[in-house]
């Protein structure tokens, strides 16, 4: 690694050691057996890669990902891979999280719309880096659980709806930020509407073949930056089949 790896690697290892949480009350941290891991998955996977972001990268570093998964994939949490959260619904990848995360350039007076909470991982990291986080999520299982984690977690700038993503969440519009973490098939109007002038939208558009979209809101335009190939989950509908749970 080159010496300015080298650099963001040992800050975030004194950012971790300065920041790490010690009363979790959704269950014990191990911290000796998930610390490092965590670290080296800033290293390796994020800052090791092409994600420059500090603010980013220490976000990743101070939230513990193992939490927000099920226990018995707690071994693989830090690995770069999907896992699944239930309700046929996966975490995305850590590395596709930053990345996304930092296309979004969220700064800390920001106000952010996640579309898809589901288990609140993304959204915690959201809520380290903006002062005010709103994430929407359909399926009530995964939006109870996500909240409950998060508030366990004192998250105290997040605000949770139960509703279809496709369609927002007006009442607190316009944001600077829009984070799609489901796929849609199309540019759901009412999400751009709900963008403020200047701002960023970071979604996945596509049916079985996907790319990750940058949208841009000016003032008399939109721009579109086509970024990489991507396969997320697809966005389910309040009209849609309902999903069957795989786990209780």
Same mark, same amino acid.
């Given at each position: 690694?080159? =010496?300015?790896?080298?650099?963001?690697?040992?800050? /975030?290892?004194?950012?971790? /050691?300065? =920041?790490?949480?010690?009363?979790? @009350?959704?269950?014990?941290?191990?911290?000796?057996?998930?610390? =490092?891991?965590?670290? &080296? !998955?800033?290293?390796?996977? /994020?800052?090791?890669?092409?994600?420059?972001?500090?603010?980013?990268?220490?976000?990743?570093?101070? *939230?513990?990902?193992?939490?927000?998964?099920?226990?018995?994939?707690?071994?693989?949490?830090?690995?770069?891979?999907? $896992?699944? %959260?239930?309700?046929?619904?996966? $975490?995305?990848?850590?590395?596709?999280?930053?990345?996304?995360?930092?296309?979004?350039?969220?700064?800390?007076?920001?106000?952010?719309?996640?579309?898809?909470? #589901?288990?609140?991982?993304?959204?915690?990291?959201?809520?380290?880096?903006?002062?005010? *986080?709103?994430?929407?999520?359909?399926?009530?299982?995964?939006?109870?659980?996500?909240?409950?984690?998060? @508030?366990?977690?004192?998250?105290? =700038? *997040?605000?949770?709806?139960?509703?279809?993503?496709? $369609?927002?969440?007006?009442?607190?519009?316009?944001?600077?930020?829009?984070? *799609?973490?489901?796929?849609?098939?199309?540019?759901?109007?009412?999400? %751009?509407?709900?963008? &403020?002038? #200047? #701002?960023?939208?970071?979604?996945?558009?596509?049916?079985? !073949?996907?790319?990750?979209?940058?949208?841009? &809101?000016?003032?008399?335009?939109?721009?579109?930056?086509? %970024?990489?190939?991507?396969?997320? !989950?697809? !966005?389910?509908?309040?009209?849609?089949?309902?999903?069957?749970?795989? %786990?209780?």
């Amino acid at each position: 690694m080159k =010496n300015s790896g080298i650099l963001v690697f040992l800050s /975030l290892a004194v950012a971790v /050691l300065l =920041n790490s949480c010690s009363d979790d @009350s959704i269950a014990p941290d191990k911290e000796g057996q998930y610390k =490092n891991a965590r670290i &080296k !998955m800033v290293q390796e996977q /994020l800052a090791g890669r092409d994600i420059k972001d500090k603010n980013v990268l220490l976000a990743f570093s101070k *939230v513990k990902r193992h939490l927000f998964v099920l226990p018995e994939d707690r071994n693989y949490a830090y690995s770069d891979r999907p $896992l699944p %959260i239930g309700y046929g619904q996966d $975490l995305t990848r850590p590395y596709l999280t930053a990345l996304m995360t930092e296309l979004a350039g969220i700064k800390k007076d920001y106000k952010v719309l996640e579309i898809g909470t #589901g288990s609140g991982y993304h959204t915690a990291i959201l809520a380290e880096l903006a002062r005010e *986080v709103y994430t929407v999520e359909i399926l009530e299982p995964l939006y109870s659980r996500a909240k409950r984690v998060l @508030s366990d977690l004192d998250y105290q =700038n *997040v605000k949770f709806k139960l509703g279809d993503g496709y $369609l927002g969440w007006k009442e607190y519009a316009p944001y600077d930020v829009i984070i *799609v973490s489901i796929a849609s098939q199309q540019e759901p109007q009412p999400l %751009i509407e709900q963008l &403020k002038t #200047g #701002g960023r939208m970071i979604i996945p558009i596509g049916e079985v !073949m996907q790319e990750l979209i940058v949208i841009e &809101k000016g003032k008399d335009s939109i721009k579109r930056e086509r %970024i990489i190939p991507v396969r997320f !989950m697809p !966005m389910t509908r309040e009209d849609g089949q309902e999903l069957k749970p795989d %786990i209780q």
